[in-house]
Structures are given as structure tokens and as C-alpha cells.
């Protein structure tokens, strides 16, 4: 199938371990497509097993952009992917292309598509572990988490201001912004205006979701998951604040080489906190609008897929 060079750009999304990579190589096949990831680990270089980061060989196969973008020790925004990914996606038209981004991490998709003039809701599974943080290091060690992260915020709230401490904390866990940051773009942060082609894969029931999620989580370690964090932990530099350590896995095996648990306990934390990154994935897909949901295991999901390019294609510019 060819693509005009004005061909919309296709947005496939799905909570981890949906089968979204899948899809995308298959995609690939039929369509001139580059990918562009939107997921807010695969930007580090380093984190390549935890992260599941496509190898060499398949990014040889199929163009992909922003990954291995930056150091760990650095941050990355869902206010900088949006710049980065509507660049890309001018780039990539510019050569006959379709754009193609893949990924999990909603937010970013909210930012390119809607724009960031909004805080991002409430989220009670990270509200819960900054509690359980708070209760065990007291909430004046909370508010130097925040100073690490946002100074900005931090000179703003005073170090037993509870609620507004576990707020700002919240907003940068949920998006990997900070609340700084929101601030200054209040009024901005507009939409494009753009016809996207938004695909998104419907999870297996979830008694296999979690096992999917289980599976993946060991393979990881047999992989060498837990070598990958030493090495990081090695260098010395790095800690558990910044975002690339964040990143679910990567923060509980952390947790481990500090001495904090075991390693069977880190794996254990590892996939209940993949489990509720999932969850927290599906409650933001379900409330963005205009998807064309997508069953993984149906029969015929490729030509589905291209189905719905096609009538996105031949829809009208907004």
C-alpha cells in the first residue's frame, strides 16, 4: 500500500504487554511507515531490557525515532516530546512517509494531540505509595524529594503543607512533568489540529494480562534486567529521583541493590507495579476520544488496522 505525503499520522496505543509492537512491525510491511516511539523510558540510553526497547535489528528493519535520546542523569517532558514528535512528524511526511507512533505512555500522546493546559488527574495507586513513603521517611524528607525534582514548587510550599507536597509529587510521577512547568504554560499548550488515524488494542482479560505481564517480568530478568541496574547503579551519579530510574522495574530493582528488599521481593514489586501501570493506562485510554479499539487476538487485525488508515486517510483535514 502506498501513503500521499500528507497521509495522517497513526497513533497506536495499549497498555503494556497488548501486542502493540506487533502490530506495528506488521504495519510496517504494508505501509512506508517511521516509527516514533512514545514511551518515557525508551528515550534513556541504557534502559534497554526493562524497557523491552525494540534491538538493532529491528530498527534497522524500520526507522525509529527518540530512542536513546538522552543520558540518564537528564529528564525528559511530555511538553518536549510534543515539540519533538510534531518536528518528526513533519520530517517524516517530508519523506513520503507515514508517522507512526507507538507507545504507552498516554500523556504524551494527550500532549501532542490535545496539549498540556491541564493537570493531569488524580491518581490514587501513586498517591497510595507516596503516603506509604511519606509514613515511613515523614513528610519533611517528602518535600526535599520535591526540592530535587522542582525547586520552583518546593521554595513555593511549606515542608509540612501535606496535601500541596503529595500533589506536586503526584503531577511529576503521573506525567514526568513538573507542576513548574504546568504553570508557566497555563493558557497555552494548544492542540493540533490534525487528522489522526488513533488505534488502540483492547487488553486480554485480565486474569492474562497479568500473566503476560508475569511472563514478560522473568524473561526480563533471565535477560539480565538485574545487570542492567547495576550497571547503572554503578556509576554513581544516578538516584532514585530522576525519571529514567522511575521507570516501573527499574525503580524496585533499585530498591534492591540499596538493600531495601530482596531480589524475589523486587520482582514481586516489580510486576504488581507493572499490574498497576496497566490499569492506570487503560482508565486514561478510556477516556480519550475517537479511538477505533482494536482486539490483539481477532483474526484479521492487520487488515483492521489498515482499515481504519484508510478512512482516516480519505477524511476530510479538520
Known amino acids: 500500500m502506498t501513503s500521499e505525503p500528507n497521509s495522517p499520522p497513526i497513533l497506536l496505543m495499549g497498555p503494556t504487554a497488548s501486542g502493540?509492537?506487533?502490530l506495528a512491525l506488521a504495519l510496517a510491511e504494508r505501509l512506508p511507515v517511521e516509527i516514533v516511539s512514545v514511551?518515557?523510558?525508551?528515550v534513556y540510553r541504557g534502559l534497554d531490557i526493562g524497557s523491552a526497547k525494540p534491538d538493532a535489528a529491528m530498527r534497522a528493519r524500520v526507522p525509529h525515532h527518540l530512542i536513546d535520546?538522552?543520558?540518564?542523569?537528564e529528564s525528559y517532558s511530555a511538553a518536549r516530546f510534543a515539540v519533538d514528535a510534531r518536528r518528526l512528524i513533519s520530517e517524516i511526511r517530508g519523506?513520503?512517509?507515514v508517522p507512526l507512533l507507538v507507545g504507552g505512555t498516554m500523556l504524551y500522546f494527550r500532549a501532542l494531540t490535545r496539549g498540556l493546559s491541564e493537570l493531569p488527574a488524580a491518581d490514587a495507586d501513586v498517591r497510595a505509595q507516596l503516603e506509604a513513603d511519606a509514613a515511613r521517611l515523614g513528610w519533611p524528607a517528602m518535600h526535599a524529594r520535591l526540592a530535587a525534582l522542582d525547586p520552583d514548587s518546593a521554595a513555593r510550599l511549606h515542608p509540612n503543607d501535606q496535601q500541596r507536597v503529595?500533589?506536586?509529587l503526584e503531577i511529576i510521577a503521573v506525567s514526568g512533568t513538573t507542576p513548574s512547568a504546568f504553570y508557566a504554560r497555563r493558557g497555552g499548550g494548544?492542540?493540533?489540529r490534525e487528522r489522526w488515524c488513533r488505534l488502540a488494542l483492547n487488553p486480554p482479560a485480565r486474569s492474562e494480562l497479568h500473566?503476560?505481564?508475569a511472563a514478560r517480568f522473568h524473561a526480563m530478568m533471565a535477560d539480565g534486567f538485574l545487570d542492567e541496574v547495576a550497571r547503572l547503579h554503578a556509576r554513581g551519579d544516578l538516584h532514585p529521583e530522576l525519571p529514567a530510574i522511575r521507570a516501573v522495574g527499574y525503580r524496585q530493582l533499585w530498591a534492591h541493590l540499596e538493600g531495601e528488599c530482596s531480589r524475589e521481593e523486587a520482582v514481586e514489586r516489580g510486576i504488581a507495579a507493572t499490574r498497576q501501570f496497566a490499569k492506570r493506562q487503560l482508565t486514561w485510554l478510556r477516556s480519550e476520544p475517537d479511538l477505533n479499539w482494536l482486539d490483539p487476538a481477532q483474526d484479521g487485525l492487520l487488515e483492521a488496522a489498515l482499515a481504519h488508515f484508510r478512512a482516516a486517510d480519505n477524511s476530510e483535514s479538520p
Do not use: C, F, H, N
Open 69 to 73: 535520546i538522552l543520558d540518564p542523569a
Open 166 to 168: 503529595q500533589r506536586a
Open 190 to 192: 494548544e492542540p493540533v
Open 39 to 42: 514511551d518515557s523510558a525508551l
Open 211 to 213: 500473566g503476560r505481564i
Open 20 to 22: 502493540k509492537t506487533g
Open 95 to 97: 519523506r513520503g512517509r
